[in-house]
C-alpha cells in the first residue's frame, strides 16, 4: 500500500452527523467520488481501498473510539 487515508471518527449513530465523524464522512464521500465499497473488516477498522494515478490508496475508518 503506497498511501493510507484514514477518517477518524466515532462508532455508532450518535455521533454520525456531528463534528467528532468528519472524518468518517470525508471517506464516504471519497469512496463515493472513486466509486469504491469500504466495507470489508481490517486492521480493527472498515476498509476499502482503490488506485489513483498509479498508487494503492486505502480508506480507513477506524471503528474504536476516540477522545
Not at 27 to 56: C, H, P, R, T, W
Amino acid at each position: 500500500m503506497d498511501y493510507v487515508i484514514a477518517g477518524l471518527g466515532n462508532p455508532g449513530d450518535r455521533y454520525t452527523f456531528t463534528r467528532h465523524n468528519v472524518g468518517f464522512l470525508t471517506i464516504d464521500y471519497l469512496a463515493q467520488l472513486f466509486n469504491v465499497k469500504v466495507d470489508k473488516v481490517k486492521f480493527k477498522g472498515i476498509v476499502g481501498s482503490l488506485e489513483y494515478m498509479n498508487k494503492k490508496v486505502l480508506l480507513l475508518k477506524p471503528m474504536t473510539y476516540m477522545n
